[in-house]
């Protein structure tokens, strides 16, 4: 019998409950026979009505120092507690499962170089693509290749709330509602709208991929608050979707290009048909090529079960850490703003004539709405292009068109 423990009761920890009480059955016998037993749920909040209100502690220590708990899953949130508790836990030789990317993005290679010393497992499949198999592919069914590009819908509260206000023509602030009352967005949302999330997920990802830490502060991050109806109408009329994209491209010198912005692409895009909730991460390697994971990327159960399947391999992987890891790297790997060039959408308020004196040469095109379409733009192209606009409405790249395997 395993014992484990939850740490916060919010809306993933209930999940993880709920799945732990209704498919015990099933956890037994992907654990190898071994029961998974809860025994501990700590939360600083009363719940006084639950069926088993017995399990719950406010105090962390209850769950450190019961030398039969063996695995914890880390559901709080946040930085503070939850790096300190589950330092603690890992270096008393306990493993964590969480689904806390804030918490991975920035001591992850801390919190599993420990884990690796101490012979435990510190797993964190939840924290990105919410109920998509991810991590798991990336350190395993994937390590015969160079990743050479991610390019994912990361966050599920975003792509809904921008399919809300396609679709069903609701306001921002009304989408962000619903996001919130269905458990999707973070406990502050601007972390979500203003692609701080989107952002931990693609470093977690990179630092997967590469096997050095990619520090979330060095990703250039936009979000989706400077999208007007007017974007997405002109984006819809050409035949184009805007989607919040986090990308990254790992070039041939080693080192890494990474972005979190809102993307244009075609409505055949793989990408453009992943709505709501649902998130999708493309990759490519240099065997395998394209791959597409698609899912539910937030919400109670689906995250839970990201979680859960995490406690079940912690439960099997007892005494045997799985070694997953990413190190400092000694110097500098990010790429510079110019080493990945996109196209952009650009409209601007000037003249016609003045916008051909800036775009007029080859490889961009100019519409008979005074749109702009720029050819393939480095950072400090677009830049100087467009800092000698007088307006400027929007700018919007583009995500670079998939392969999908016709000749
Ligand atoms: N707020 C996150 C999202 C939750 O909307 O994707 C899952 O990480």
Redesign the pocket.
């Known amino acids: 019998m395993a014992k484990v423990a939850i740490m916060g009761y919010g809306t993933v920890g209930s999940g993880v409950y709920d799945i732990i009480k209704k498919n015990a059955e099933k956890l037994c016998l992907s654990s190898n026979g071994e029961r998974v037993d809860l025994k501990y749920i700590l939360d600083i909040r009363e719940f006084d009505d639950h069926p088993e209100k017995e399990l719950f502690t406010k105090d962390f220590n209850d769950i450190l120092n019961d030398r039969e708990v063996s695995v914890v899953a880390e559901v709080m949130g946040g930085l503070h507690p939850a790096y300190e508790f589950t330092k603690s836990l890992l270096e008393s030789g306990k493993s964590v499962v969480t689904?806390n990317?804030e918490l991975v993005a920035t001591y992850g290679v801390e919190l599993l170089e420990i884990a690796r010393e101490k012979n435990v497992n510190y797993l964190f499949e939840a924290?990105?693509g919410?109920g998509i198999p991810i991590i798991r592919p990336m350190h395993q069914c994937l390590t015969a290749n160079n990743i050479l590009t991610i390019a994912g819908i990361?966050?599920?509260?975003?792509n809904?709330i921008l399919n809300e206000m396609i679709s069903k023509g609701k306001t921002f602030e009304s989408a962000l509602k619903d996001?919130q009352d269905k458990g999707?967005?973070?406990r502050n949302p601007a972390?979500?709208i203003e692609g701080h999330?989107?952002c931990r997920?693609i470093a977690i990802l990179s630092s997967l991929a590469s096997g050095k830490f990619v520090d979330y502060n060095d990703i250039s991050t936009e979000g989706i608050t400077n999208i007007t109806s007017e974007d997405v109408k002109v984006a819809n009329s050409r035949g184009y979707v805007i989607k919040l994209i986090g990308y990254a491209k790992f070039t041939e010198n080693g080192r890494i290009y990474s972005v979190v912005a809102p993307m244009m692409m075609s409505k055949e895009h793989p990408l453009a048909k992943v709505n709501g909730?649902m998130?999708a991460i493309m990759i490519n390697g240099d065997c395998v090529g394209d791959l597409m994971f698609y899912g539910a990327?937030?919400g109670k159960m689906p995250?839970a079960s990201a979680v859960v399947a995490d406690i079940v391999d912690a439960v099997k992987h007892k005494e045997r850490s799985k070694k997953i890891f990413w190190e400092k790297p000694d110097e500098n790997i990010m790429a510079s703003e110019d080493d990945a060039k996109f196209r952009y959408v650009i409209r601007t308020t000037d003249s016609p004539e003045k916008i051909s004196d800036i775009f007029g040469e080859e490889g961009n095109v100019i519409d008979e709405q005074n749109i702009i379409f720029t050819k393939p733009l480095g950072t400090s192209e677009l830049k100087e292009k467009l800092s000698k606009l007088d307006s400027v409405v929007s700018y919007i790249r583009f995500l670079e068109d998939f392969d999908n395997g016709d000749e």
């Open positions: 689904s990317k924290s990105v919410g990361l966050n599920g509260t975003t809904y996001a999707y967005a973070e972390a979500d999330d989107a997920k909730v998130n990327g937030a995250t």
